[in-house]
Nanobody, 123 residues
Framework: QVQLVESGGGSVQTGGSLRLSCAASGLAFSSYTMGWFREAPGKERESVAAISVTTDTNYADAVKDRFTISRNNAKNTLYLQMNSLKPEDTAVYYC?????????????????WGQGTQVTVSS
């Protein structure tokens, strides 16, 4: 059974930092492209960042130069380092796994999803 479990969310002030983690089990982690998505109240889920099996990365324009996605295949763990956080980054953040070789940002290509972790940024 595949499980993706996010952690590291919380409440911070504008300009603060958080590091999200996603622990994966039940799948060949190193063979999956991994992604972070977020969903804010009243808005559709949007892609944040993705990292391929060869560690190529893609970022949404809104987070480029502030967020960094990384993975540790030995620990089956995905990370998202978030710096210079803004109130508009407030959302539930989800990690997901796609059996693709490229860093796809298309949510439809992702098969497995975590339950999400809340990030709240106050001004």
């Amino acid at each position: 059974q595949v499980q993706l479990v996010e952690s590291g969310g919380g409440s911070v002030q504008t300009g603060g930092s958080l590091r999200l983690s996603c622990a994966a089990s039940g799948l060949a982690f190193s063979s999956y492209t991994m992604g972070w998505f977020r969903e804010a109240p009243g808005k559709e889920r949007e892609s944040v960042a993705a990292i391929s099996v060869t560690t190529d990365t893609n970022y949404a324009d809104a987070v480029k130069d502030r967020f960094t996605i990384s993975r540790n295949n030995a620990k089956n763990t995905l990370y998202l380092q978030m710096n210079s956080l803004k109130p508009e980054d407030t959302a539930v953040y989800y990690c997901a796994a796609a059996r693709w070789s490229i860093a796809t940002m298309n949510s439809a290509t992702y098969t497995y999803w975590g339950q999400g972790t809340q990030v709240t940024v106050s001004s």
